[in-house]
């Protein structure tokens, strides 16, 4: 059984209880006291004067005189309102910090990301049905026209985890299979795809060129090509 000893602390006079008998300070702040070196700072919490290394300081971690203060600026909770009903909620305060929002339920953040004034927001096509017609044969002919590899980054399926590449729409309209709309489609990884419906750039645009400066105005097989690259795919083995 490890045994422990009760020493006391030589800077602040607190007593303390660790391993063995070779420390002599309950924590790196007294520790760094006894040195004399170090840029003297006020904890966040207890209001206490330390002394921390300048690199701490200039990475803005020194805030806390020990792990305990810490702890509890991590537990430290505030009042906030939902950004989507406005209710009263209380989130933790460093969390309030780092993100612009907060919700009171999941429900009321996916409400909020499908507002139609969220950057995000795209006429709620996202509810909409696809046609019928762009089924998994219908991707995979899209898929294999571009070389299993995502349009944007290059990256090829095998290292997009475990799920296939995303057929995207250029134009963000989910029945153009089945009616007279222009039919673009391009195929992007999980993290690229994310970035098309952010809003933040014109990415049809930007995919329409790529179809018709690259690719000659094509962006799938036919059902007669994708059948012959098969056939010519079993030959070559």
Same mark, same amino acid.
């Given at each position: 059984m490890v045994k422990l000893s009760t020493r006391t602390c /030589?800077? +602040?006079?607190?007593?303390f209880s660790n391993v063995g008998i070779k420390n002599i300070y309950c924590s790196a702040a007294c520790a760094r006291i006894s040195w004399g070196s170090g840029v003297i /700072?006020? +904890?966040e919490i207890c209001g206490l004067a330390f002394r921390a290394a300048p690199n701490e300081v200039a990475m803005g971690k020194a805030r806390f005189c020990s792990k305990a203060c810490n702890g509890v600026y991590k537990r430290r909770r505030i009042l906030r309102n939902c950004a989507y009903c406005g209710s009263e909620i209380e989130v933790v305060e460093w969390a309030a910090k780092k993100y612009s929002r907060s919700f009171c339920s999941d429900e009321c953040r996916l409400k909020w990301q499908h507002r139609e004034n969220n950057p995000n927001w795209n006429g709620g096509t996202s509810f909409e049905p696809y046609c019928f017609k762009f089924n998994p044969e219908f991707k995979n002919r899209v898929r294999a026209f571009f070389g299993y590899s995502c349009v944007?980054?290059?990256?090829?399926?095998?290292?997009?985890g475990k799920r296939a590449l995303a057929v995207h729409h250029v134009h963000h309209n989910k029945t153009a299979c089945c009616d007279d709309s222009v039919k673009e489609f391009v195929v992007l990884c999980d993290v690229c795809h994310g970035k098309s419906n952010s809003g933040k750039f014109d990415y049809q645009n930007y995919f329409h060129e790529i179809i018709h400066t690259k690719y000659g105005g094509k962006c799938y097989y036919t059902k007669e090509e994708?059948?012959?690259l098969e056939v010519k795919h079993q030959m070559d083995k």
């Open positions: /030589r800077i +602040c006079g607190k007593e /700072r006020t +904890c944007m980054c290059g990256k090829p399926q095998i290292e997009n994708m059948k012959n």
